[in-house]
């Protein structure tokens, strides 16, 4: 997502390079090309308007610093102004309260309230230790029922079972006469989708909405990312009929050209509090107005990636990794745990658009989806070798090699190239490791910073340039090749 918004807003600063001074003459082209890039990712046009206003004024205001880089100047003026429009500051549900507390969960259509619902249950359970209960109140659609409490089973968590031939208020009132009863912390009530239009699905919301008033509820909108402004005139709809309290943006993962998330505060006042970005359940993020609008200007976003790898990464793995190293050993299950690390943290460009610089060389690079096929044949060979021959690769001799070759669907040629690729990685992990006895700091194992870059990426530092071939390579692209 905002990937087309993010080149567009390089190629307006490239207009300042070389200017030793901001003014009006030289920013005028930089915000014609920003505006436009606004609008064509359909936020909303009077938010376009505040916010090139705001921009200038400031760039050519007091606030402006003598003898500074006038590019930079101005990238930091456009990442303030963008994360204002957003709102200042995360805003997650309010849970430092007495008693239990009801979340709501409304939106349109196949939204992803259902799904989302079973992502906030395991965020407030995991990360905020509470009891959470799971409500379906969806009376229209049946599965919708099944489908929560099969979410619920598979991540442990409890359930209501609703009554769905009664009116959702009455099921919401008796779920939380349950959790009351049972000490549960939260109750997550999953309503059904409505259309904005529809006066009687809209009361039947506001029956429950005023059912559950004495209880101070949370009301969180679920929007589709990718409907762009029309996901903001049904929030706002939403906003007059039941008081939103937050707004969620599903399918961020997808290739939506972001105009909700640089809207909807703005338009509604009401907040975005969470973003969804995957169909597991864990792809759940709180949203931080100052990190998005840094990812949109490739200024990465250092702070989400620790926090990524902090819930990815396990320790007692990464622990024994690091004992390995010390002693000079890089073994194929230690590649195979690298591997999985990166697995968990995301996708190879959602990872790389998180470090600062990275977006533009992406765009460069283009599709990163033949690289990862190509470490999917990589486990694939992998998962073919014994334990042994895991711990100490150099048993691997021919006929070893045309076991493996037969195990994993592969040729000889491929499975030597695997090895022969392998020692690269080792003699780089060794030269690491040198490197942080002598006190300096190399990138995380297999990203960009590290020495000798990461094997397979093309243009990564450290990393030869080489010039594209026509043809894949042994493994379908020639990444690693």
């Known amino acids: ?91 997650e549900v309010n849970l430092d309260r007495d008693g239990v507390v009801p979340i709501l969960v409304v939106g ?58 009664t009116h959702p208020k009455i099921i919401a009132e008796k779920a939380m006469a349950y959790a009351k009863e049972n000490s549960y912390d939260v109750v997550i009530v999953d309503t059904a989708g409505r259309l904005h239009v ?48 937050g707004v969620v943006l599903s399918k961020m993962d997808s290739d939506a050209r972001g105009g909700a998330a640089l809207s909807i505060r703005h338009v509604t006042g009401v907040p975005i509090k969470y973003i969804s970005t995957g169909e597991k359940m864990k792809d759940l993020e709180l949203f931080h107005p100052d990190r998005l609008a840094g990812r949109i200007l490739d200024m990465g976003d250092v702070v989400s990636l620790v926090e990524k790898a902090q819930d990815s990464i396990d320790e007692k793995d990464a622990e024994n990794m690091m004992k390995n190293l010390e002693k000079g050993k890089f073994t194929v299950d230690d590649f195979m745990k690298q591997m999985d690390m990166m697995k968990n943290l995301g996708s190879m460009s959602s990872i790389l658009k998180m470090i600062p610089g990275m977006g533009g060389m992406l765009r460069q690079v283009g599709d990163l989806s033949p690289a990862e096929d190509e470490m999917k044949r990589m486990r694939v060979i992998i998962n073919s070798m014994t334990k042994k021959e895991r711990q100490d690769y150099k048993i691997v001799k021919e006929s070893r090699m045309k076991r493996i070759a037969g195990g994993s669907g592969t040729t000889d040629a491929q499975v030597k190239d695997f090895f022969q690729k392998f020692r690269q990685m080792e003699k780089m992990m060794g030269g690491m490791m040198q490197m942080m006895k002598g006190g300096g700091m190399p990138g995380m194992p297999g990203m960009p ?26 493994w379908g692209g020639g990444f690693f090749s």
Do not use: Y
Request: aromatic share 6%; no cysteine.
């Open 1 to 91: 997502m905002f990937d087309n918004l993010s080149e567009k807003f390089a190629d307006a600063f490239k207009n300042l390079q070389g200017n030793g001074k901001i003014s009006e003459s030289n920013i005028e082209d930089a915000l014609k090309q920003v505006r436009t890039a606004l609008l064509e990712a359909d936020v909303n046009f009077k938010v376009v308007k505040q916010f090139i206003n705001a921009v200038k004024e400031k760039s050519l205001g007091e606030k402006v610093i003598s003898g500074v880089n006038p590019e930079e100047q101005f990238i930091k003026i456009v990442n303030d102004e963008l994360a204002l429009i957003m709102g200042t500051a995360n805003e």
């Open 108 to 165: 349109l259509n196949g939204q992803g309230k259902t799904t989302f619902s079973g992502k906030l249950s395991l965020h407030l359970s995991k990360k905020k230790d509470k009891k959470v209960l799971l409500v379906p109140a969806d009376t229209f659609r049946p599965a919708a029922k099944d489908q929560l409490i099969t979410l619920a089973k598979s991540m442990d968590m409890d359930w209501f079972d609703s009554d769905l031939s």
């Open 198 to 245: 529809d006066d009687e699905l809209m009361g039947q919301i506001k029956e429950v909405r005023e059912s559950l008033n004495s209880f101070n509820p949370e009301v969180l909108m679920v929007a589709d990312a990718m409907t762009g402004q029309e996901a903001v005139n049904v929030a706002k709809v939403f906003h007059e009929a039941v008081n939103l309290t």
């Open 449 to 474: 910073g590290n020495p000798g870059g990461m094997p397979g990426l093309p243009g990564m530092p450290g990393q030869k340039q080489k010039k594209p071939r026509k043809k894949g390579g042994k």
